[in-house]
Nanobody
């Protein structure tokens, strides 16, 4: 199987920055599109940004101009650089990957991490 583990969340003041990381491990054959999602208290989960294995990116309107998604395929790692954070960015941020394993290289799995809490507050 494939596991995703997020890190980098925490408490930050409005206007501050955080960098989230998502590391994939396991019997990975291929990581296709990876993405960051967030869920604020009382709200539905929403896409923040995603990135293909070739590096093409897509951002939610709320993230454009402030957040940057990137990935290091050699390290099976994805990042989210978040700048100019606002209180409304407070949420649990989870990473997602479309992945295949060495045992089933042509079967795509939808894999989720457990999430990391980002709290933007003064």
């Amino acid at each position: 199987q494939v596991q995703l583990v997020e890190s980098g969340g925490g408490l930050v003041q409005p206007g501050g920055s955080l960098r989230l990381s998502c590391v994939a491990s396991g019997r990975i054959f291929r990581l296709n599109t990876m993405g960051w999602y967030r869920q604020a208290p009382g709200k539905e989960r929403e896409l923040v940004a995603d990135i293909t294995s070739g590096g093409s990116t897509n951002y939610a309107d709320s993230a454009k101009g402030r957040f940057t998604i990137s990935r290091d395929n050699a390290k099976n790692t994805m990042y989210l650089q978040m700048n100019s954070l606002k209180p409304e960015d407070t949420a649990v941020y989870s990473c997602n990957a479309a992945a295949s394993t060495l045992g089933a290289p042509y079967r795509s799995l939808d894999v989720w991490g457990r999430g990391t809490l980002v709290n933007v507050s003064s």
